[in-house]
T-cell receptor, first 116, second 114 residues
Framework: AQKITQTQPGMFVQEKEAVTLDCTYD???????LFWYKQPSSGEMIFLIY??????QNATEGRYSLNFQKARKSANLVISASQLGDSAMYFC?????????????FGAGTRLFVKA | NAGVTQTPKFRVLKTGQSMTLLCAQD?????MYWYRQDPGMGLRLIHY???????AKGEVPDGYNVSRLKKQNFLLGLESAAPSQTSVYFC?????????????FGPGTRLTVT
């Protein structure tokens, strides 16, 4: 079973508009963390935002916010006021306990295209 | 402060050859990880380590071995390379805290097996 599901292979958004990238996760452990990373065409992985399973409020980092709905096991990324430089692959990831410690699993990603 | 570095950046192997990828970090992180990324796909966890001398299997460990003899280094070995192992390999490191603390990634190693 997929631990992290990103159902949108590609998304288009007009510059300056907001966009939501979907992520659902599956875990039976009450303690976990959710992350979003950005991968531009240059290939590096850039950390964007983090949400802990016990955090009461949604995480925000500048133009990024994480819409955390625990009961629905979703952790959608919202990018406000999109910029051309936001065009990239976006990955949702979950860190959960494992027999060897904590492991982090990534989703398949969503490619975001920002149109001028 | 170099962060996470990977050696080599590119490599071409013939089927059956062996090689070792080296990952080094200078942030004193306890956790280190090896991922592979195939074209158009996300990262899949190969192996990870929670500290010096320890390793654990990830999602796709078959065909790979790892070692963490020093805290700052995490080695990924391919004993007998196969074309299915053609991929971009990323190393990452993080602190050990249960929550929080993102992973810091290396620039990746592009491996082609012919």
């Amino acid at each position: 079973a997929q631990k992290i599901t990103q159902t949108q292979p590609g998304m288009f958004v007009q510059e300056k508009e907001a966009v939501t990238l979907d992520c659902t996760y599956d875990t039976s452990d009450p303690s976990y963390g959710l992350f979003w990373y950005k991968q531009p065409s240059s290939g590096e992985m850039i950390f964007l935002i983090y949400q802990g399973s016990y955090d009461q409020q949604n995480a925000t980092e500048g133009r990024y916010s994480l819409n955390f709905q625990k009961a629905r096991k979703s952790a959608n990324l919202v990018i406000s006021a999109s910029q051309l430089g936001d065009s990239a692959m976006y990955f949702c990831a979950m860190r959960e306990p494992d027999t060897g410690g904590f492991k982090t699993i990534f989703g398949a990603g969503t490619r975001l295209f920002v149109k001028a | 402060n170099a962060g996470v570095t990977q050696t080599p950046k590119f490599r071409v192997l013939k089927t059956g050859q062996s090689m070792t990828l080296l990952c080094a970090q200078d942030m004193n992180h306890e956790y280190m990880y090896w991922y592979r990324q195939d074209p158009g796909m996300g990262l899949r966890l190969i192996h990870y380590s929670v500290g010096e001398g320890t390793t654990a299997k990830g999602e796709v460990p078959d065909g790979y071995n790892v070692s963490r003899l020093k805290k700052q280094n995490f080695l990924l070995g391919l004993e007998s390379a196969a074309p299915s192992q053609t991929s971009v390999y990323f190393c990452a490191s993080s602190y050990s805290r249960a929550g929080g603390y993102e992973q810091y990634f290396g620039p990746g190693t592009r491996l082609t097996v012919t």
